[in-house]
């Protein structure tokens, strides 16, 4: 293996939306073990990057590896089960539900096939139920909430909620968690207690991408930077590398 083992690898990736390249040709690697930014003006095309990785777009060129398999054409709960889990820009969760039952949610869709097949009774329900309970609550021990497991999920503050939006998604157990503007939103002693969870969860052996504006965040957090503008990658480097690249500062002056 060369420097850093590649986790996921996307090759000439690209999905048009009527006359529009929302992402077009970006090829990058996003490594093992490591946190990776992605960066770039509002439209760039960083939450459709996403949406194609997770399954929820299928891209209309290019393909996706991760861990060494073709994901290109998975659907989003296959791409869940292979161990890639994300966080939404805006947080969805169920606030009547308990803390503990929103987690369970999440480990729920890597188990079957999406909360439909929830409903139906098989004998595999007492089991999965089990396992779905003790995913969740060992996310919400990753993330700082095993306290609240039994509280309203919208009884939490602000920054609880999302850190429940964190857990729906560490629930599967992934390898690869996409988050996606995790610190909108936050003041910066909250900015500066997510920084330190996602440390911790790499520290434990995730890996991570996130999509994010604060450039606070993203210089004092990431190993390594992709900046997308109009669809496209135009740079990909160390945080150093990306800051004194002239493309970069163009699109941000231009934008
Ligand atoms: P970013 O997250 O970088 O701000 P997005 O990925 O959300 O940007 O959007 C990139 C471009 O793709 C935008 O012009 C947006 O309007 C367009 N886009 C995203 N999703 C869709 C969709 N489902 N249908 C049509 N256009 C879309
Ligand atoms: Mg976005």
Do not use: C
């Not at 073990?33 to 960083?46: E, L, R």
């Not at 991408?209 to 990431?222: D, F, I, N, R, T």
């Amino acid at each position: 293996m060369t420097e850093s083992t590649s986790l996921l690898d996307v090759q000439g990736l690209g999905i048009r939306f009527g006359g529009l390249d929302a992402v077009k040709d970006v090829t990058a690697v996003i490594p093992a073990g490591q946190i990776t930014a992605i960066i770039g003006p509002n439209g760039a095309g960083k939450s459709t990057f996403f949406n194609l990785i997770s399954g929820f777009y299928q891209p209309t060129a290019g393909s996706i590896r991760f861990a060494g398999e073709d994901i290109t054409r998975l659907k989003t709960h296959e791409v869940v089960a292979r161990g890639i889990a994300r966080t939404f820009q805006t947080t969805t969760i169920y606030r009547e539900l308990s803390v503990l039952d929103n987690a369970m949610i999440g480990h729920r869709v890597r188990t079957r096939a999406g909360l439909w097949d929830a409903l139906l009774r098989t004998g595999r329900e007492k089991r999965d139920e089990d396992g779905s309970r003790a995913g969740a609550l060992q996310a919400l021990e990753r993330v700082g909430l095993s306290s609240r497991a039994h509280l309203p999920a919208g009884a939490l503050t602000q920054e609880g909620q999302k850190r429940v939006g964190i857990a729906m998604a560490l629930s599967s157990d992934p390898k690869l968690l996409l988050l996606d503007e995790p610190a909108a939103g936050m003041n910066p002693e909250e900015t500066v207690r997510l920084m330190a969870l996602i440390r911790d969860l790499v520290g434990g052996g995730l890996s991570v991408a996130l999509v994010e504006h604060k450039m606070s965040l993203v210089m004092g957090l990431a190993d390594r930077i992709l900046v997308l503008h109009h669809g496209q990658k135009i740079a990909q480097g160390t945080p150093a590398e990306v800051s004194r690249d002239p493309a970069v500062v163009e699109a941000y002056l231009g934008s």
